[in-house]
């Protein structure tokens, strides 16, 4: 699709890094726990359920380790635990999961932005287990035109070396491409080595920690800061380049979006369908390789108490405050 | 020698504006700590745009070499020519192990070299460990929103790549004893430049730093805009405090994410946080519940953040940070 302005059209492929190297799954501590039950409403996946004591239990294969439940366990019984990733993507395949980092939806906004004013086409690439379809599909439904699923047991143990040998075997079988955006980080790791990685095996130019980006300057005009001062830098394609959140405000889902998708599916490659040296992937070729991964005991948080909760104008209480300014010896 | 067969350290030395930065000082520190352990050299490199004064007192902090680079294509395309500096050095001095401060240009400069030499990266280390039986050399890193500790081991060819978290390390003080500076000159016509900068763009203002203030003033949704931060901004100046967010500030594009306190942003530990226009959901308390004192302003009685507060005022912040405004500058006659 050619834009009509410009009579420039863009090939931009958004990056998405969704699998932790590791796995994180909860633990209730049943002799404190007292079955109030409000993990079980927080919890996406409706993994907790209640024991006959009436204490509430986490199965530790059923439970996605997202985490959302901890903060809100009154009594602090919930605990993450952690182990190296050495599950089989079949176990994970029946669970399925949309996308959870915002900034993850901030990079799509900034591929389909661009689109929208140059022309071109959007696809959404993630490496991961099946489960990870959902979150394609999302940002399909968003507004992105081909969504790909990188997923292979043998991409297990990558490093960001390896990982980058399996998007450039993807952007190989795309026929290249003038955009590469992925979010600036995740609470998977940070996408921006292996990006660095693609950029250089592929002659593209590298920009990370991006805060706006439009068409300029022969090819996109990026913001960054440097220090203390805010530079406007002139990019040239093709371009890598990693996005920070308040980039944009990422579209919504809109249900004509979803109808368009519906019997759409996103694709899956695997290392067979890849162009790339085979023993480049996973740990074998992996410049680092984790080794040892521990939770650190949680820190007690102090309860706090309700103090004094005033009603009145706003003279009152801007002078009620003063008040108390001067008690705690701040003015 | 260590048992890695590191013999020499290079450390990449960040600027801001003419003076050394505080990450920097404690990247000297932690490279300090190797050398005791370890018994090898430390060589810094300091890119171009810093005068002598600054190479000097970098020498005096303990590498045993300073190398400044000079080059009058620096200030147009800062990264290439910078990255060029380093490969050079690198080449000329084979240093087992580059490390950079974890700052935003660290971390870039550490991507762009790691990608450019091939080699293993591991980035935010809080420590290294040695595994002699092994010949094996760890990174320590925190995981996770900091909630892990990580080992990775460097698997690959030498050099070895890492990034430094800040605030982890001393800053390295002055010793007696100084470095020597030697100047590196690039040719001019050195890569092709694939992004040059078009606009300087004035810094934001300068407040303390969010993560050290003592005071904080946060603003949620009901600040409304751009307009309601800069209120909140004088409150902070008047207090000397920091300004900080939440989420919907950020996403709405009133306010930068680095300011953003919570889960998954900064956590801060003021002796006086207030709050204004916050609901108070855990994403945000999780990253300020122990502040010494928390003062919660907001028109919504229901609001769960007044359960955390030491004194709530339920009421219009528009209204009341104005008059608190007008009435600390009173009280402080200025």
């Given at each position: 699709?050619?834009?009509?302005?410009?009579?420039?059209?863009?090939?931009?492929?958004?990056?998405?890094?969704?699998?932790?190297?590791?796995?994180?799954?909860?633990?209730?501590?049943?002799?404190?726990?007292?079955?109030?039950?409000?993990?079980?409403?927080?919890?996406?996946?409706?993994?907790?359920?209640?024991?006959?004591?009436?204490?509430?239990?986490?199965?530790?294969?059923?439970?996605?380790?997202?985490?959302?439940?901890?903060?809100?366990?009154?009594?602090?019984?919930?605990?993450?635990?952690?182990?190296?990733?050495?599950?089989?993507?079949?176990?994970?395949?029946?669970?399925s999961?949309g996308l959870?980092?915002?900034?993850?939806k901030?990079?799509i906004?900034?591929?389909l932005?661009?689109?929208?004013?140059?022309?071109?086409?959007?696809?959404v690439?993630?490496?991961?287990?099946?489960?990870?379809e959902e979150s394609l599909r999302e940002a399909l439904v968003m507004g992105a035109d081909?969504g790909?699923?990188?997923?292979?047991?043998?991409?297990?143990?990558?490093?960001?070396?390896?990982?980058?040998?399996?998007?450039?075997?993807?952007?190989?079988?795309?026929?290249?491409?003038?955009?590469?955006?992925?979010?600036?980080?995740?609470?998977?790791?940070?996408?921006?080595?292996?990006?660095?990685?693609?950029?250089?095996?592929?002659?593209?130019?590298?920009?990370?920690?991006?805060?706006?980006?439009?068409?300029?300057?022969?090819?996109?005009?990026?913001?960054?800061?440097?220090?203390?001062?805010?530079?406007?830098?002139?990019?040239?394609?093709?371009?890598?380049?990693?996005?920070?959140?308040?980039?944009?405000?990422p579209r919504g889902l809109s249900l004509m979006a979803a109808a368009r998708v519906m019997g759409k599916t996103v694709?899956?490659?695997?290392?067979?369908?890849?162009?790339?040296?085979?023993?480049?992937?996973?740990?074998?070729?992996?410049?680092?390789?984790?080794?040892?991964?521990?939770?650190?005991?949680?820190?007690?948080?102090?309860?706090?108490?309700?103090?004094?909760?005033?009603?009145?104008?706003?003279?009152?209480?801007?002078?009620?405050?003063?008040?108390?300014?001067?008690?705690?010896?701040?003015? | 020698?260590?048992?890695?067969?590191?013999?020499?350290?290079?450390?990449?030395?960040?600027?801001?504006?003419?003076?050394?930065?505080?990450?920097?000082?404690?990247?000297?520190?932690?490279?300090?700590?190797?050398?005791?352990?370890?018994?090898?050299?430390?060589?810094?490199?300091?890119?171009?745009?810093?005068?002598?004064?600054?190479?000097?007192?970098?020498?005096?902090?303990?590498?045993?070499?300073?190398?400044?680079?000079?080059?009058?294509?620096?200030?147009?395309?800062?990264?290439?020519?910078?990255?060029?500096?380093?490969?050079?050095?690198?080449?000329?001095?084979?240093?087992?192990?580059?490390?950079?401060?974890?700052?935003?240009?660290?971390?870039?400069?550490?991507?762009?070299?790691?990608?450019?030499?091939?080699?293993?990266?591991?980035?935010?280390?809080?420590?290294?460990?040695?595994?002699?039986?092994?010949?094996?050399?760890?990174?320590?890193?925190?995981?996770?929103?900091?909630?892990?500790?990580?080992?990775?081991?460097?698997?690959?060819?030498?050099?070895?790549?890492?990034?430094?978290?800040?605030?982890?390390?001393?800053?390295?003080?002055?010793?007696?004893?100084?470095?020597?500076?030697?100047?590196?000159?690039?040719?001019?016509?050195?890569?092709?430049?694939?992004?040059?900068?078009?606009?300087?763009?004035?810094?934001?203002?300068?407040?303390?730093?969010?993560?050290?203030?003592?005071?904080?003033?946060?603003?949620?949704?009901?600040?409304?805009?751009?307009?309601?931060?800069?209120?909140?901004?004088?409150?902070?100046?008047?207090?000397?405090?920091?300004?900080?967010?939440?989420?919907?500030?950020?996403?709405?594009?009133?306010?930068?994410?680095?300011?953003?306190?919570?889960?998954?942003?900064?956590?801060?530990?003021?002796?006086?946080?207030?709050?204004?226009?916050?609901?108070?959901?855990?994403?945000?308390?999780?990253?300020?519940?122990?502040?010494?004192?928390?003062?919660?302003?907001?028109?919504?009685?229901?609001?769960?953040?007044?359960?955390?507060?030491?004194?709530?005022?339920?009421?219009?912040?528009?209204?009341?940070?104005?008059?608190?405004?007008?009435?600390?500058?009173?009280?402080?006659?200025?």
């Amino acid at each position: 699709m050619v834009s009509e302005k410009t009579g420039t059209s863009l090939n931009i492929v958004v990056y998405l890094k969704l699998e932790k190297d590791y796995q994180a799954y909860a633990e209730v501590d049943q002799s404190t726990c007292e079955g109030c039950g409000i993990c079980a409403k927080i919890c996406p996946f409706e993994v907790p359920s209640m024991r006959v004591d009436e204490t509430v239990e986490i199965l530790p294969e059923k439970c996605r380790g997202c985490g959302a439940c901890v903060p809100y366990c009154k009594t602090n019984s919930i605990r993450m635990q952690y182990t190296l990733n050495n599950e089989p993507y079949s176990s994970t395949e029946l669970v399925s999961v949309g996308l959870r980092n915002p900034l993850d939806k901030n990079a799509i906004e900034a591929g389909l932005a661009l689109r929208d004013e140059l022309g071109g086409k959007v696809w959404v690439l993630a490496e991961g287990s099946p489960r990870f379809e959902e979150s394609l599909r999302e940002a399909l439904v968003m507004g992105a035109d081909e969504g790909i699923l990188l997923c292979d047991p043998k991409f297990m143990g990558s490093d960001h070396l390896a990982s980058s040998f399996i998007i450039e075997g993807a952007l190989n079988n795309l026929g290249g491409c003038d955009l590469l955006i992925a979010p600036q980080r995740t609470s998977c790791g940070e996408p921006l080595f292996c990006v660095a990685w693609v950029a250089e095996r592929l002659g593209m130019t590298y920009m990370p920690f991006v805060r706006s980006i439009e068409p300029g300057g022969g090819g996109v005009l990026v913001r960054r800061k440097w220090g203390e001062k805010m530079l406007e830098l002139s990019v040239s394609l093709p371009a890598a380049l990693t996005v920070e959140r308040g980039i944009n405000k990422p579209r919504g889902l809109s249900l004509m979006a979803a109808a368009r998708v519906m019997g759409k599916t996103v694709s899956r490659w695997s290392s067979e369908d890849l162009d790339f040296g085979g023993n480049r992937i996973g740990e074998a070729g992996s410049q680092v390789r984790l080794r040892m991964v521990e939770a650190l005991p949680k820190r007690r948080r102090k309860k706090r108490k309700r103090g004094e909760i005033l009603k009145g104008s706003p003279e009152v209480l801007a002078g009620t405050l003063i008040e108390r300014l001067k008690e705690w010896q701040i003015l | 020698m260590s048992d890695t067969g590191i013999r020499e350290i290079l450390l990449v030395v960040e600027e801001n504006s003419g003076e050394l930065a505080d990450i920097s000082k404690q990247l000297v520190s932690a490279a300090l700590k190797l050398r005791n352990e370890w018994g090898c050299e430390i060589s810094a490199f300091l890119p171009a745009g810093i005068d002598e004064r600054t190479a000097m007192t970098l020498a005096k902090l303990g590498p045993e070499i300073v190398y400044r680079l000079d080059h009058p294509l620096m200030k147009e395309h800062p990264h290439e020519v910078t990255l060029q500096g380093l490969l050079c050095l690198q080449e000329e001095i084979d240093a087992g192990l580059i490390l950079f401060g974890a700052s935003e240009w660290g971390t870039d400069m550490a991507a762009r070299t790691a990608a450019r030499l091939g080699t293993g990266l591991l980035h935010e280390l809080i420590g290294f460990d040695l595994e002699p039986e092994n010949e094996a050399l760890l990174g320590i890193f925190m995981g996770f929103e900091d909630q892990l500790v990580c080992k990775a081991q460097f698997n690959g060819s030498k050099p070895f790549i890492a990034t430094v978290k800040p605030k982890v390390f001393d800053p390295a003080s002055e010793t007696d004893r100084a470095g020597r500076v030697k100047t590196i000159k690039l040719p001019f016509d050195i890569v092709e430049f694939k992004s040059s900068i078009t606009q300087i763009l004035p810094s934001p203002a300068d407040m303390p730093d969010l993560e050290s203030a003592e005071v904080v003033i946060a603003g949620g949704q009901g600040v409304g805009g751009e307009e309601g931060f800069a209120v909140l901004e004088n409150l902070a100046r008047l207090l000397g405090g920091a300004i900080g967010c939440t989420l919907p500030p950020v996403e709405q594009g009133w306010i930068d994410r680095e300011l953003m306190i919570g889960s998954t942003g900064k956590t801060v530990r003021p002796g006086l946080y207030i709050g204004c226009g916050i609901h108070g959901d855990v994403y945000h308390t999780s990253g300020m519940d122990e502040s010494g004192r928390i003062v919660v302003i907001n028109d919504d009685e229901k609001a769960p953040f007044f359960d955390l507060a030491t004194c709530g005022l339920i009421g219009d912040l528009h209204e009341i940070v104005p008059r608190l405004i007008e009435e600390i500058r009173d009280q402080i006659g200025s």
